[in-house]
């Protein structure tokens, strides 16, 4: 289930807001400035369906994004808790950072923990399956999978250049959740 925890960027000790409720987190992020979807599909996605398949399932939304946002790149990333590489993975974006471009994931399945820091505050946002979330580029934001990730993804990218992660030199991702699953 999607969870949002708002913050003050000065005090990790309590959220000032919390909701599971998708609608609420929706207008809350919007307020932010940033996208979450829910995402349908009719087609059964089961773990180990190929690439083809997944895109396919999703396709019209797809489509509308890229002509939204002006992407050009689709892949599908996946990750399983036996992933040798897992720990260097999970450290790569735990730390504050921006891209030039917008950082979009579709989560087809399993979890991950996306945190937005906008103007003062930190948002929190648990993405499960069937959600869409967009980091507007420049946003600072960590991005946690927790130390037995488990998720498929669609990435949507202007091009995988621009992909590359600038890191603001704070230490405020470590005072904030991480994902424990
Ligand atoms: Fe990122």
């Given at each position: 289930m999607t969870e949002l925890r708002i913050y003050s960027d000065a005090d990790p000790?309590?959220?000032?807001i919390e909701s599971s409720d998708f609608e609420t987190i929706q207008a809350l992020l919007a307020r932010a400035g940033i996208k979450l979807e829910r995402w349908h599909t009719n087609a059964v996605i089961e773990s180990g369906v190929d690439t083809h398949a997944i895109l396919d399932a999703y396709a019209e939304d797809i489509e509308r994004l890229k002509r939204e946002g002006g992407y050009q790149t689709v892949d599908v990333v996946s990750m399983v808790p036996?992933?040798?590489e897992k720990d260097l993975l999970r450290q790569k974006f735990l730390d504050e950072h921006t891209h030039r471009e917008d950082e979009v994931r579709f989560f087809v399945d399993g979890q991950g923990l996306f945190s937005l820091h906008v103007g003062e505050q930190v948002f929190e946002v648990l993405c499960t399956r069937g959600d869409l979330i967009s980091v507007p580029a420049g946003t600072p934001h960590w991005f946690d999978m927790g130390p037995n990730p488990r998720f498929t993804a669609i990435r949507l990218f202007?091009?995988?250049?621009?992909w590359v992660a600038h890191f603001t030199?704070?230490?405020?991702?470590?005072?904030y959740s991480r994902l424990d699953n």
């Open positions: 000790a309590a959220p000032q036996s992933h040798p202007d091009n995988p250049e621009g030199g704070s230490n405020i991702a470590g005072q």
